[in-house]
């Protein structure tokens, strides 16, 4: 038995509130449970309960055992002094011979669970918090309304934005709120994928948006800024690109002071990596696209349309890197341009995010709106996940469902919050 178990019976007060009494005899009836507090102090707030006919309004504090309550040493904690009912789901304080007191010694009424559940209930829940699957639930999966499937990956997808939104304005706050600034940072961590995305984040505070849209008319130069001070301009044999570079690199750096800002080499990961996503390439990409939009914000927050957004992301950099992945060393078969894949892929992962910040920031739930429709217009992710899904028979046709499905996973699946979940809940409780 969890305690977390027992918040989900308290809150939706799944079992027989017939006839309560407190382990003293005394009726008890519950007027409204309260909210579940996810902060320090009692489990729920607010309650409001009638025993032996007074109403209590106050806090109510959960245990699987009474005696927690004194292992916990609440006695003695004056943030427990409002607790009106000890819920537990049993009671052996009377082994233990010491009642359930507040602070000043008064004692707070308990009400033991164990004889009031159903056990088929139990049993239920037990079956999911046993499995041995990553999703607890897939045996009984296809069994589940779609309606509540449907209703959960809403739930799991209006979570994602929140939380994506809350990194977003994490960099927000850090570019001063400059939202030019904000999209920019966040587009360069974004195409340096999961493995080079910490050095990207790096040369994105270290060169400012401001810096390259200087030498906007100039790609060679936006690319020194950016090349140079990522430190990937040692070549053993520079030839003549790599030798421009160098030069507009020196005049830059002393007149934005960059020297010291320049990362180490070693700090871009090249291994695994397919060509197509090596950090040169991409920084060369970055750059074109930095300078080819004027204001890559309102780009970002501006369009509705999909394809539109795609088109515009989808830009081929500079001549020298249509003939190379690396400096130096020329290939018949490169693939320069942003790829479909990774125009979708920005879009998820930078523009949406953006989108739903931008939402909060300003208090308009149109751009939220405007983020679920560009997920809703792009093609399902494909990765194990979104296969395991679909294993079971959930059908994934869109971004907007692979991204609720991955969240699901992720938040909800993996930390076997069953509970918290209205699929896992329904099975629990049917």
């Known amino acids: 038995m969890s305690e977390v178990f027992l918040y989900f019976l308290w809150q939706y007060q799944y079992f027989n509130t017939l006839h309560l009494t407190t382990t003293d005899g005394e009726p008890v009836r519950v007027l409204h449970p309260g909210f579940r507090n996810y902060d320090a102090g009692p489990d729920f707030t607010n309650a409001r309960l009638l025993i032996n006919d007074v109403e209590w309004g106050g806090t109510v504090e959960m245990h699987v055992k009474a005696s927690d309550w004194l292992a916990h040493r609440h006695q003695h904690d004056r943030a427990y002094d409002n607790v009106v009912l000890h819920v537990v789901w049993q009671d052996d304080h009377s082994t233990t ?10 004692t707070i009424a ?3 669970l164990e004889p009031l559940t159903d056990s088929g209930l139990i049993e239920r829940y037990g079956r999911l918090a046993d499995a041995p699957e990553a999703i607890a639930c897939a045996g009984q999966f296809r069994s589940v309304q779609p309606l509540r499937i449907t209703s959960m990956l809403d739930r799991a997808m209006l979570q994602r934005l929140e939380r994506k939104a809350a990194g977003v304005r994490a960099v927000f706050e850090q570019t001063n709120g400059d939202w030019e600034e904000t999209a920019y940072r966040l587009l360069a961590i974004n195409m340096g ?22 030498h906007r008319d100039v790609l060679l130069q936006a690319e020194a800024l950016l090349f140079g001070t990522a430190g990937l301009l040692d070549a053993t044999n520079p030839d ?38 090596f950090p040169t390439l991409r920084l060369a990409q970055l750059a074109r696209l930095v300078t080819r939009h004027a204001s ?9 349309d999909a394809e539109t957004l795609l088109n515009a992301l989808q830009i081929t950099p500079s001549e020298y ?19 479909l894949g990774a125009a979708e892929n920005i879009v998820i992962n930078t523009v949406v995010p953006l989108l739903a910040a931008y939402a909060h920031h ?6 939220i709106d405007r983020a679920v429709a560009l997920l809703e217009q792009l093609p399902a992710e494909q990765n194990r996940l979104t296969d395991s899904w679909e294993t079971l028979g959930l059908g994934i046709r869109t971004a907007f469902d692979s991204q609720a499905s991955i969240e699901l996973y992720n938040e909800f699946c993996v930390l076997k919050k069953c509970l918290n979940c209205q699929i896992g809940a329904g099975l629990i409780k049917q």
Do not use: C
């Open 296 to 304: 890559l914000f309102s780009l970002f927050v501006g369009t509705s």
């Open 321 to 339: 890197w249509q003939s190379h992945y690396r400096f130096g060393k020329a290939t018949e078969k490169a693939a320069p341009k942003v790829g």
């Open 97 to 106: 011979g010491r009642p359930i007191n507040r602070t000043n010694g008064t």
């Open 362 to 367: 300003r208090g308009q739930p149109a751009y």
């Open 193 to 214: 994928f999961k493995i080079n995305a910490d050095p990207m984040a790096q040369l994105s505070r270290a060169v400012p948006l401001k810096a390259i849209l200087k």
């Open 240 to 277: 003549t690109y790599v030798t421009a570079l160098e030069r507009e690199y020196r005049f830059m750096s002393a007149k934005y002071n960059l020297t010291e800002k320049r990362l180490e080499t070693h700090a871009w990961k090249w291994g695994r990596l397919r060509p197509a996503n």
């Open 110 to 112: 308990t009400l033991e």
